[in-house]
T-cell receptor, first 113, second 113 residues
Framework: AQSVTQPDIHITVSEGASLELRCNYSYGATPYLFWYVQSPGQGLQLLLK??????LVQGIKGFEAEFKRSQSSFNLRKPSVHWSDAAEYFCAVGETSYDKVIFGPGTSLSVIP | EADIYQTPRYLVIGTGKKITLECSQTMGHDKMYWYQQDPGMELHLIHY???????EKGDLSSESTVSRIRTEHFPLTLESARPSHTSQYLC????????????FGEGSRLTVL
């Protein structure tokens, strides 16, 4: 069965610092991978996705993620964090048919001014 | 801009009441989903639908039921609410053949006293 782990429950960074959120997945084949962001009181918004091809994908709001098959990882990065990036971040994996998307437990990001 | 709406946003009710959470989307998406989001923010798929007259149970067992009579509408019903049903419920939709992106509503936060 598919599973997604996000080892960090909560991360605090200073504004302007770099950020890396970790995501590991368990899946037999190459999965479809996603990062979503949830601001307080809101639904989830897609940041970026990986299906195939270039293993470094660019997303919205200056985020990027790198797929590493050997490590079963899909870590999210941002070179310089803004206070508005404080939110919950969810890594997700989808089956080939897109029937279901399984979400990780989420990482809560706090940004110190 | 995603067009998926959930009502009510917040609901506080007593034990034993019947409730229906509404979800509507104007994008013509065939696939729709209900996720339950725990207080710890983890998301669990409880129901999904491939289209009109199609409903499937998700990975997390739920006492709720859903219906899909119209493409744009995917309501969730609890016949007799209990405190254990207290949670946030997120509705989402996606196209059948697309990039796999889920579009989320803002959620319905249910509190059962």
């Amino acid at each position: 069965a598919q599973s997604v782990t996000q080892p960090d429950i909560h991360i605090t960074v200073s504004e302007g610092a770099s950020l890396e959120l970790r995501c590991n997945y368990s899946y037999g084949a190459t999965p479809y991978l996603f990062w979503y962001v949830q601001s307080p009181g809101q639904g989830l918004q897609l940041l970026l996705k990986y299906f195939s091809g270039d293993t470094l994908v660019q997303g919205i709001k200056g985020f990027e993620a790198e797929f590493k098959r050997s490590q079963s990882s899909f870590n999210l990065r941002k070179p310089s964090v803004h206070w508005s990036d404080a939110a919950e971040y969810f890594c997700a994996v989808g089956e080939t048919s897109y029937d279901k998307v399984i979400f990780g437990p989420g990482t809560s990001l706090s940004v110190i001014p | 801009e995603a067009d998926i709406y959930q009502t009510p946003r917040y609901l506080v009710i007593g034990t034993g009441k019947k409730i229906t959470l509404e979800c509507s989307q104007t994008m013509g998406h065939d696939k729709m989903y209900w996720y339950q989001q725990d207080p710890g923010m983890e998301l669990h798929l409880i129901h999904y639908s491939y289209g009109v007259n199609s409903t499937e149970k998700g990975d997390l067992s739920s006492e709720s039921t859903v219906s899909r009579i119209r493409t744009e509408h995917f309501p969730l019903t609890l016949e007799s609410a209990r405190p254990s049903h207290t949670s946030q419920y997120l509705c989402a939709s996606s196209e059948v053949v697309d990039t796999g992106e889920l579009f989320f509503g803002e959620g319905s936060r249910l509190t059962v006293l």
